[in-house]
């Protein structure tokens, strides 16, 4: 439940097979609210973040990316973009971000980012986006 400065009291559902949310952030600016929507997983003993929801403007949003587990996730620009980074729960070569409008849920920006992996052990280093050294700076 999200309680608004004026005192109105915002409940935001969880989908039909969501299990929990994650501890919610606020942005800088205050003017939305997101955590991670939790899934059953059928090949961990926990559940994962496969989702960003954000309450912003009387709206309720939904960022599922590529679809695979949502592990780092930050606002940007005070709030009015979301960013996060995807890889699969285990043994993963490459993170993928996004960043994204939160009004509208329009792509501004993505990039994979190779990690040192079984397969690949010294991946090709790529130029990391500014938005994206932002948010794992914050790891």
Not at 23 to 37: E, K, L
Not at 70 to 90: C, K, L, M, N
Not at 108 to 126: L, R
Request: net charge negative; aromatic share 8%.
């Amino acid at each position: 439940m999200i309680v608004k400065t004026d005192g109105q009291r915002v409940l935001v559902r969880k989908e039909a097979e969501q299990t929990a949310f994650s501890p919610a952030a606020i942005s800088s600016a205050r003017t939305a609210v997101a955590a991670q929507a939790m899934f059953g997983n059928c090949c961990t003993s926990y559940d994962i973040p496969l989702q960003i929801v954000v309450y912003a403007d009387g709206r309720v949003h939904r960022f599922k990316g590529v679809g695979l587990p949502i592990f780092q996730w930050g606002f940007a620009d005070s709030g009015t973009r979301i960013a996060y980074g995807q890889e699969p729960v285990h043994f993963g070569c490459s993170i993928h971000y996004e960043l994204r409008d939160i009004a509208s849920e329009r792509l501004i920006d993505q990039i994979d980012v190779p990690e040192p992996c079984g397969q690949i052990p010294n991946p090709q280093p790529v130029k990391i986006p500014d938005w994206v050294a932002s948010l794992t700076s914050d790891k």
